[in-house]
């Protein structure tokens, strides 16, 4: 990333260059996310859209999450953020699809501890999930939530262009 610009203009950069989309699928972040992505000049051209699917039977009907995984497991899983990316990218015809789930706080609920987060992109070419544990209260996990998310896309599409250079559009 140069020193130059922010995370999000690089993504851009990138997903622009390489004429790439993205979506959003968001629990504890409530749209910060996709607001994040769309604060950049000409983000229309990469941001194809986003999904807040706060209640759990959401993740279900909207994103196309395994309705008997959200009942054993509840909403904050590793499948579940893969399931999230993968069907906000189908929902949104986009190349990339990226989720967010966990507890915010404040403190712990039934599906896990304050802080418990994962996040999911999912690609033309690979799926990454990643846990993270983080403290601070809930805005702080909120915050840093959004911000893991767009290092993961950003490492994800940088990825993808140092592999394969380019592919073509879903």
């Known amino acids: 990333m140069s020193e130059n610009k922010s995370l999000v203009e690089t993504i851009a950069d990138i997903l622009k260059s390489n004429e ?17 992505l769309i604060d950049m000049p000409g983000a229309s051209e990469v941001v194809r859209g986003g999904i807040v699917a706060y209640a759990t039977d959401l ?7 395994d309705k008997d995984l959200l009942a054993r497991h509840g909403p904050v ?3 579940v953020a893969r399931q999230m990316a993968a069907g906000v990218r189908g929902l949104c015809r986009a190349d990339y699809g990226l989720a967010t789930t966990g507890v915010a706080g404040p403190g712990d609920s039934e599906d896990g ?12 070419s690979q799926i990454t999930v990643r846990e993270l544990n983080l403290s601070g209260g809930r805005s702080a996990v909120r915050s840093a ?7 993961l896309l950003g490492e994800v599409v ?5 592999e394969r250079g380019t592919h073509s559009s879903t």
Request: proline share 4%; glycine share 12%; aromatic share 4%.
């Open 20 to 36: 790439w989309t993205v979506a959003t699928a968001e629990s504890l972040t409530g749209g910060d996310l996709c607001a994040r």
């Open 59 to 65: 993740k279900g009907s909207l994103l196309g999450v």
């Open 77 to 79: 899983t590793a499948e």
């Open 113 to 124: 501890p304050e802080g418990l987060v994962y996040i999911a992109v999912v690609g033309p």
């Open 145 to 151: 939530t959004v911000a893991e998310a767009l290092t």
């Open 158 to 162: 940088e990825c993808e262009v140092d």
